[in-house]
């Protein structure tokens, strides 16, 4: 995994990426619209030029995420960048040349459609129902096929948060809510959610690339709300402010009559109180892997 061609090296993962394998001595070509990329195009629109034989691994990393659609030209903007993007890169490479042996794709959890679970393993059916999720699915469908008739190793890594300096999403939400003083621990704050370190993928994938396979990819923490909102507030010097469920739960019902508009309802809240982890043993045992403690190693900035 000398030559690595990754999409999406100007987000946050992408970042973690890029640093870490040019830090290793590998040579990368980023692929994106972003002004510091070396390959600079959209995946959005079928695309030429990619020159196959100079790629021994293709990191998948560009996607659309952290983004609720209200809008029916939203729902198609995941298909047009999570599953259009992938066909276009794909029949690019085809395009270019000699093929690369392996190619990795970026997925989620959303995939599962799962809402509440301990330890949900790779094997559970894919029932995401979102646009975001079902993208991804439809992507992850394509490579399976695409990659089998051209003898290409795939991996399809399912992260769900990511945690590392400046993190977007619900994690970066939850950070500039408790430095704003904005942030409430619901109830006791036991619910927990599986967390990986950014780091933590790109340090895996030259290893999976010598196995292929799907793959969840957490910590062994699994840590709570409460436990994560410590790590984050201590940082900070903040305090966390706690409020009782029941009234959050009336809201939340007044927040199913009121829909979109509405800051809470029963969906954001089951989010929060509910327990959702995810296993990590398929990929422990795939490459003898040891995730590094979200807790104890989590800087915000």
Not at 15 to 36: Q, T
Not at 151 to 161: A, E
Request: net charge neutral.
């Amino acid at each position: 995994m000398n030559n690595i061609l990754l999409t999406g090296a100007s987000g946050f993962l992408g970042k973690h990426m890029l640093n870490r394998w040019c830090g290793e001595g590998m040579h990368v070509d980023s692929l994106g619209r972003a002004d510091s990329n070396s390959i600079r195009l959209d995946i959005v629109n079928e695309f030429t030029g990619l020159q196959g034989d100079s790629f021994d691994v293709v990191v998948h990393a560009a996607g659309k995420a952290h983004s609720i659609p209200k809008e029916q030209w939203e729902e198609e903007q995941f298909f047009d960048v999570n599953l259009q993007g992938t066909i276009h890169l794909c029949r690019a490479l085809e395009k270019g040349g000699k093929l690369p042996y392996a190619f990795v794709f970026i997925s989620t959890v959303a995939v599962y459609g799962i809402s509440e679970g301990n330890f949900i393993s790779e094997d559970v059916a894919l029932n995401g129902s979102t646009p975001y999720a079902l993208s991804k699915i439809a992507a992850e469908e394509y490579l399976i096929s695409w990659c089998k008739d051209n003898d290409i190793t795939l991996v399809i890594l399912r992260p769900p948060l990511i945690a590392g300096a400046n993190a977007p999403g619900n994690l970066g939400a939850m950070v500039q809510a408790i430095d704003g003083n904005r942030y409430f621990r619901i109830g006791k704050g036991e619910a927990r959610k599986s967390i990986v370190m950014a780091e933590d993928i790109a340090a895996v994938i030259p290893d999976l690339v010598k196995v292929g396979g799907i793959y969840n990819i957490t910590d062994d923490d699994h840590p709570s709300f409460k436990e994560l909102e410590e790590v984050i507030a201590r940082q900070l010097n903040k305090r966390i402010r706690t409020m009782p469920l029941l009234p959050i739960r009336i809201a939340s019902m007044v927040g199913d009559l009121l829909g979109p508009v509405a800051p809470i309802n029963s969906e954001k809240l089951n989010k929060i109180i509910k327990t959702l982890t995810f296993s990590n043993q398929k990929i422990k045992q795939a490459i003898n892997w040891k995730p590094t403690s979200v807790l104890n190693n989590y800087k915000i900035i």
